[in-house]
């Protein structure tokens, strides 16, 4: 009685010539209320080809990012009640497509380790562990949370246009993790890796980044306290 149709993306680099959009009918009476609960309904009972990935289905993982009625988020977040008929259901933009709902990943995550997103130190290790204040930890908050779903960077227009030299929002705010935690000892060598042109100031503060984070933190705010970093550090 209850049946929602979707239009999902498909292409196949292998077989497909170009891109489509296929229909698909489903039974919201068989299935769960999330979009990814649709989506893995029409794998099993109607087109077991179809291909996107998924994992924790907690919203923790970032595995299942994509464009869902235009908007970058989690398909085990999203409500399927919170979209139009017919629904669409497309990847993350601005990416080269393996198959279908998943993206290639490679790029981006490249980008994530050329800022050495790890603790680094220069004193010698203590015997038992770098201790923390209550207020050191808290400021990390906002910024530990990201789970590199990249729905910001998928999002934002200065990485469509400079995505081959701007490391993008997703890994500009794990690059402020690390100079915002206390423990660290790498601040120089960091902001140094980050002081360019294209690496960093190709951020226009559009912030269809925090607009589109499905943790609701903010990366716009990450990039403006690195570019106030590197600014200090000049004075």
């Given at each position: 009685m209850?049946?929602?149709?979707?239009e999902i993306?498909r292409?196949d680099?292998d077989?497909d010539?170009?891109?489509r959009?296929?229909?698909?009918?489903?039974?919201?009476?068989?299935?769960?209320?999330?979009?990814l609960d649709a989506?893995?309904w029409?794998?099993n009972?109607?087109?077991?080809?179809?291909?996107f990935?998924r994992?924790?289905?907690?919203?923790?993982?970032?595995?299942?990012?994509?464009?869902?009625?235009?908007?970058?988020?989690?398909?085990c977040?999203?409500f399927?009640?919170?979209?139009?008929?017919?629904?669409?259901v497309y990847?993350?933009?601005?990416m080269?497509?393996?198959k279908?709902?998943?993206?290639?990943?490679?790029?981006?995550?490249a980008?994530?380790a050329?800022?050495e997103?790890?603790?680094q130190?220069?004193?010698?290790?203590?015997?038992?562990?770098?201790p923390?204040?209550?207020?050191?930890?808290?400021?990390?908050?906002g910024?530990?949370?990201?789970?590199?779903c990249?729905?910001?960077t998928s999002?934002?227009?200065?990485?469509?246009?400079?995505?081959?030299?701007f490391?993008?929002p997703?890994?500009l705010?794990?690059?402020?993790?690390?100079?915002?935690?206390?423990?660290?000892?790498?601040?120089?060598?960091?902001?140094?890796?980050?002081?360019?042109?294209?690496?960093?100031?190709?951020?226009h503060?559009?912030l269809?980044c925090?607009?589109?984070c499905?943790?609701?933190?903010?990366?716009?705010?990450a990039?403006?306290?690195?570019?106030?970093?590197?600014?200090?550090?000049?004075?």
């Amino acid at each position: 009685m209850r049946v929602k149709a979707f239009e999902i993306y498909r292409y196949d680099p292998d077989t497909d010539d170009s891109p489509r959009l296929d229909t698909f009918e489903v039974d919201l009476d068989d299935c769960g209320p999330m979009v990814l609960d649709a989506l893995i309904w029409i794998k099993n009972n109607v087109d077991s080809t179809l291909a996107f990935r998924r994992s924790c289905r907690e919203g923790i993982c970032g595995s299942c990012a994509m464009t869902m009625d235009g908007t970058n988020w989690l398909a085990c977040t999203r409500f399927i009640s919170d979209l139009a008929t017919p629904a669409t259901v497309y990847p993350l933009a601005n990416m080269r497509i393996i198959k279908d709902l998943v993206p290639d990943l490679t790029h981006v995550f490249a980008q994530y380790a050329m800022i050495e997103p790890w603790l680094q130190t220069r004193t010698p290790e203590p015997e038992r562990e770098r201790p923390q204040s209550p207020e050191e930890r808290s400021r990390l908050d906002g910024y530990y949370e990201c789970i590199l779903c990249f729905c910001c960077t998928s999002g934002c227009p200065s990485h469509w246009w400079n995505g081959d030299r701007f490391l993008g929002p997703a890994a500009l705010l794990q690059a402020y993790r690390w100079l915002a935690d206390s423990r660290d000892e790498a601040t120089g060598e960091r902001l140094d890796i980050l002081e360019d042109p294209f690496r960093l100031y190709r951020c226009h503060t559009i912030l269809n980044c925090t607009r589109t984070c499905p943790k609701g933190l903010n990366p716009g705010k990450a990039i403006a306290e690195i570019k106030k970093m590197v600014l200090e550090r000049r004075t």
